[in-house]
C-alpha cells in the first residue's frame, strides 16, 4: 500500500476550518484515500473516502488533487470535540495500514 | 445497533497466563479486523477475516497469538502465553462489503489489556 505523509499536529481555533493535508506521492490509480479519526481512549472512526472526485458527508470535506498525490480533510467549523488524532490511509484492498497521523488540538 | 462489542473492557493478567479477547461484530457486517495499539508501534492490524475464514495474518506477532471466527458473530484473540510486552489496547473493527458503508470499518471500544 501506498505511503501518506502528515503532519505530526495542528492547531485550530473553535469555530474555525481547519485543514488538515495529507501526501500520497506513491498512489496507485485504484487506491482509494480514506480518513479516519481517534479522539483520546476510543476506537478509531471513519470520516470520510474519495477516490478522485472531492467528496463531502456530514462530519467532513476531502479535497483531492487533480493528481492524486495529495488530499485535504476539511472541517468547516471545528469544535473542541474533533480534537482527536487524524488518520490519512491510501488503500486498494480492506486492508488499511494505519501510520502516526496528525494531532489536531481545537482550543476555545 | 449496538455497534462492535468487546469484552472484557480491562484485562490484568501475570505474565504466562492465558488470554483470550472477545469481539461481536455488527450484525451482517462480512468482514472483521483485530488491531493492536500501543504508543510505541501505534495502531497495528494484526489479523481479518472474510466471511468467518482468516484473510490475512500477517500482522499476528508470533505464534503464541493465535485467533479465530467460529461463526459471523463472534470471534477471539488469543495469546498463549502472555507476555508484559503484549501490554496494549485491542480494537475489533467490523465492516460490510455492500452497500452504502462499503470498507467503512467500525470500532469497538477495545480491549486494554496489562500483562505483569
Known amino acids: 500500500d501506498a505511503k501518506t505523509t502528515q503532519p505530526t499536529s495542528m492547531d485550530c481555533a473553535e469555530g474555525r476550518a481547519a485543514n488538515l493535508p495529507c501526501n500520497h506521492s506513491?498512489?496507485?490509480?485504484?487506491?482509494?484515500v480514506y480518513w479516519y479519526r481517534q479522539i483520546h481512549s476510543q476506537g478509531p472512526q471513519y470520516i470520510i473516502h474519495g477516490l478522485k472526485n472531492n467528496e463531502t458527508n456530514e462530519m467532513a470535506s476531502l479535497i483531492i488533487t487533480e493528481d492524486r498525490k495529495s488530499s485535504t480533510l476539511i472541517l468547516p467549523h471545528a469544535t473542541l470535540r474533533d480534537t482527536a488524532v487524524y488518520y490519512c490511509i491510501v488503500s486498494l484492498t480492506d486492508k488499511l495500514i494505519f501510520g502516526t497521523g496528525t494531532r489536531l488540538q481545537v482550543f476555545p | 445497533d449496538a455497534g462492535v462489542i468487546q469484552s472484557p473492557r480491562h484485562e490484568v493478567t501475570e505474565m504466562g497466563q492465558e488470554v483470550t479477547l472477545r469481539c461481536k461484530p455488527i450484525s451482517g457486517h462480512d468482514y472483521l479486523f483485530w488491531y493492536r495499539q500501543t504508543m510505541m508501534r501505534g495502531l497495528e492490524l494484526l489479523i481479518y477475516f472474510n466471511n468467518n475464514v482468516p484473510i490475512d495474518d500477517s500482522g499476528m506477532p508470533e505464534d503464541r497469538f493465535s485467533a479465530k471466527m467460529p461463526n459471523a458473530s463472534f470471534s477471539t484473540l488469543k495469546i498463549q502465553p502472555s507476555e508484559p510486552r503484549d501490554s496494549a489496547v485491542y480494537f475489533c473493527?467490523?465492516?460490510?462489503?455492500?452497500?452504502?458503508?462499503?470498507?467503512?470499518?467500525?470500532f469497538g471500544p477495545g480491549t486494554r489489556l496489562t500483562v505483569t
Open positions: 506513491t498512489i496507485s490509480g485504484n487506491e482509494y
Open positions: 473493527a467490523s465492516s460490510t462489503s455492500t452497500g452504502m458503508h462499503f470498507w467503512e470499518q467500525y
